[in-house]
């Protein structure tokens, strides 16, 4: 277990520092950071003088090189915008999206397990059938809409909850709930599927054939089983999850990052950008290795696996 | 039922509701299991041996419907019995041990856990005693560094040692009754004959009935006392494993016989091992004797009717419209014991 889990750490890190090189190359290709720097009424000679000051002249390995060592020292440099260091910019702003995201998280899979588990325990009965029709529902429902039919319905027809801010937690209520619907749907129809699965599974029978009782059986033998690949699809949905934050926090003027990148991304602010383009990505790598060192832990031949690898 | 017998079954059919008709897996089955009797059931493939186990470990699918006039166990009526009184009896006083080896047990599990799970389910007793018994039963059923197999995945053990571990798990709380749903046919051939070794000795030393499925006559003449021969869905012949042998009446078992081979008597090379034409459907109306397509005996009679069961003494008994006059002796290869 211990080595597989350095093995994904390793892999992990290799993967953020592509990601990293990546970023990097493709924004610095697709604008001119010192054109961006000086505004629209720099002349060609202030333009000139700021891309030999910051070395944007140099060639692209030694460029990215640079920035690298100022990212591991914790500087990725200054918002051309707000002029502020990067660093201070998100770390103001970042928790407001790390908690919207897990509380969205937490809500969409609590939910849409037992929902999925309550599906699969009696398959086409009515309850499977309304448990599919919320899913299929809320697919289908782009989360912009959703967000605004909400606003107008519970912050204007019936004004019972604030439609923009971060004031209390109950300017919350609704941006979590728009993107744990974002969640939900796939976490219960694989919940629904993984629990089918398992519970037509001949050790499943074993399990019975002990005399365990049904809830023993339901959730200690069977859920465990099922929610592999639950757990997997989870970190992918955290990454929508993450996207979906950039439109929810800009629609409901929640100050975190995802209105950051939106803001960003608006003015051309290369170093904000890039910064914020390797935050999700490194939340979203996060994700993916807490998903699989828990999947490691709940089925034992993933470890195996991983090693022979 | 007799203060000594363990368990009793009378008329039971299960069925499958199927859209292109009711589909008979278990057709008006009846059989008594004295204390400490092994009775061997043998029939081929999908002739309702495992549906015949699962309902009377009421292990049968969501699907499945059950009909009985009486399933008595220790003189007890399950029947009667609701799921939480069944699951207090399932894995206490009778466990199963099934086919399947590789997928039988739950992957996420220890092996140490799993074993230990019956019996703290079922006794009280804490867990350094139910390890204690799970050792004991893993070097019982002949596996070498128990203690470390404990501690292991289901994964990382052979399907002959998985099957091991399945029958260590059915003895965790000495069942009275073991049903043992061909527990070697998943295996290799030297493997099979070393778990069935196993479970002789094991039905001797703790005295446990036993209800042996198979469907190689082979085995039972080694491990059984009693044969109930299965054919779409109903028992057509039983008998000690001596009198089946010698004299076969139906003649299903006996062609079942004609397919085991001799040495010095089967010539190298013959064609062996299966009777021709093949098992009818069992969905829907089956009235007559479901063998007549197959049975060079098969009269009108046979087609139109459903043939009667005649019983010779308190043992022995077949299904067929043949009476035991008109029966020639069995001069089959003539299978020495
Ligand atoms: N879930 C199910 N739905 C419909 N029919 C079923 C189901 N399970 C079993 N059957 C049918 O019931 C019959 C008896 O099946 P059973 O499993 O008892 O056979 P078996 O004698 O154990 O065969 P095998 O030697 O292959 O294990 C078969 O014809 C099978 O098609
Ligand atoms: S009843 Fe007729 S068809 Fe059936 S086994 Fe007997 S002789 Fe053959
Ligand atoms: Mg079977």
């Given at each position: 277990?211990?080595?597989?889990?350095?093995?994904?750490?390793?892999?992990?890190?290799?993967?953020?520092?592509?990601?990293?090189?990546?970023?990097?190359?493709?924004?610095?290709?697709?604008?001119?950071?010192?054109?961006?720097?000086?505004?629209?009424?720099?002349?060609?000679?202030?333009?000139?003088?700021?891309?030999?000051?910051?070395?944007?002249?140099?060639?692209?390995?030694?460029?990215?090189?640079?920035?690298?060592?100022?990212?591991?020292q914790g500087d990725l440099g200054t918002s051309y915008y707000f002029r502020t260091p990067v660093t201070a910019l998100i770390s103001g702003r970042i928790s407001i999206t790390l908690w919207l995201g897990l509380v969205s998280m937490a809500v969409g899979i609590l939910?849409?397990?037992?929902?999925?588990?309550?599906?699969?325990?009696?398959?086409?009965?009515?309850?499977?059938?309304?448990?599919?029709?919320?899913a299929v529902s809320a697919q289908a429902l782009p989360s912009f809409?959703?967000?605004?039919?909400?606003?107008?319905?519970?912050?204007?027809?019936?004004?019972?909850?604030?439609?923009?801010?971060?004031?209390?937690?109950?300017?919350?209520?609704?941006?979590?709930?728009?993107?744990?619907?974002?969640?939900?749907?796939?976490?219960?129809?694989?919940?629904?599927?993984?629990?089918?699965?398992?519970?037509?599974s001949d050790y499943i029978r074993t399990a019975r054939a002990k005399g365990l009782k049904p809830q023993n059986v339901l959730f200690k033998h069977a859920l465990r089983n099922?929610?592999?690949p639950v757990v997997s699809v989870s970190s992918v949905q955290l990454g929508h999850l993450l996207t979906g934050s950039i439109v929810i926090e800009t629609i409901f003027a929640l100050h975190g990052v995802g209105f950051l990148a939106y803001e960003s991304t608006v003015r051309n602010d290369l170093p904000t950008m890039q910064a914020l383009v390797l935050l999700f990505s490194c939340i979203f790598i996060i994700a993916t290795l807490v998903a699989d060192l828990a999947n490691a832990w709940l089925d034992p031949r993933i470890r195996v696996v991983g090693i022979d690898n | 039922m007799k203060p000594l017998d363990c368990l009793e079954i009378k008329n039971l059919t299960v069925t499958f509701p199927l859209s292109a008709g009711t589909l008979w897996a278990v057709n008006d089955v009846s059989f008594t299991l004295a204390r400490g009797e092994t009775l061997g059931i043998v029939g081929e493939s999908g002739c309702g041996k495992s549906m015949t186990a699962m309902a009377i470990?009421?292990?049968?699918?969501?699907?499945?419907?059950?009909?009985?006039?009486?399933?008595?166990?220790?003189?007890?009526?399950?029947?009667?019995?609701?799921?939480?009184?069944?699951?207090?009896?399932?894995?206490?006083?009778?466990?199963?041990?099934?086919?399947?080896?590789?997928?039988?047990?739950?992957p996420a599990f220890t092996v140490g856990a799993q074993l230990m799970e019956a019996i703290l389910r079922h006794r009280k007793v804490k867990k350094s005693e139910a390890r204690e018994r799970a050792l004991?039963?893993?070097?019982?059923?002949?596996?070498?560094?128990?203690?470390?197999?404990?501690?292991?995945?289901?994964?990382?053990?052979?399907?002959?040692?998985?099957?091991?571990?399945?029958?260590?798990?059915?003895?965790?709380?000495?069942?009275d009754l073991i049903i043992a749903d061909e527990p070697t046919t998943a295996l290799d051939v030297t493997i099979?004959?070393?778990?069935?070794?196993?479970?002789?000795?094991?039905?001797?030393?703790?005295?446990?009935?036993?209800?042996?499925?198979?469907?190689?006559?082979g085995v039972v003449a080694n491990v059984t006392d009693r044969v109930a021969v299965m054919y779409a869905g109903r028992i057509v012949e039983t008998g000690l494993v001596s009198q089946l042998f010698e004299s076969p009446q139906h003649p299903y078992t006996q062609k079942l016989l004609d397919c085991i081979p001799v040495p010095g008597k089967t010539k190298r090379g013959s064609y062996l091992g299966s009777i021709p034409g093949r098992v009818p459907s069992l969905i829907g109306d089956l009235s007559g004797c479901s063998f007549a397509n197959r049975c060079s005996f098969c009269t009108d009679e046979c087609l139109n009717n459903d043939p009667p069961w005649h019983q010779i003494g308190s043992q022995r008994g077949y299904l067929c419209w043949r009476n035991p006059e008109q029966i020639s002796p069995y001069k089959g290869q003539g299978v020495s014991l």
């Open positions: 277990m211990v080595m597989y889990a350095l093995k994904r750490i390793f892999l992990a890190l290799l993967v953020a520092l592509t990601v990293s090189i990546l970023t990097f190359t493709i924004l610095n290709m697709t604008t001119d950071p010192a054109v961006a720097m000086a505004g629209d009424t720099a002349t060609d000679f202030e333009i000139e003088s700021i891309t030999i000051a910051y070395g944007f002249d140099q060639p692209m390995p030694y460029q990215y090189v640079q920035w690298l060592g100022n990212a591991l939910i849409a397990v037992p929902l999925g588990v309550i599906a699969a325990i009696r398959p086409n009965s009515i309850w499977d059938r309304i448990c599919l029709t919320l809409w959703f967000a605004l039919m909400l606003i107008v319905l519970l912050s204007v027809t019936f004004p019972i909850l604030p439609s923009s801010g971060t004031d209390t937690w109950v300017h919350f209520i609704m941006p979590v709930f728009v993107l744990a619907t974002r969640v939900m749907p796939a976490i219960m129809r694989l919940t629904r599927t993984g629990m089918l699965d398992v519970l037509a099922a929610v592999v | 470990m009421n292990l049968l699918p969501q699907a499945a419907q059950l009909q009985a006039t009486g399933l008595t166990f220790n003189g007890q009526e399950l029947t009667a019995l609701n799921e939480s009184e069944m699951s207090d009896i399932r894995g206490n006083r009778m466990a199963m041990i099934f086919q399947e080896p590789m997928t039988s047990l739950n004991y039963l893993l070097e019982k059923v002949g596996i070498t560094a128990a203690a470390s197999r404990l501690r292991q995945y289901p994964h990382e053990l052979s399907g002959g040692l998985r099957q091991r571990v399945m029958i260590a798990m059915a003895l965790m709380c000495s069942p099979q004959a070393q778990i069935l070794h196993l479970l002789t000795e094991i039905q001797r030393e703790f005295e446990m009935t036993v209800i042996m499925i198979t469907h190689d006559l």
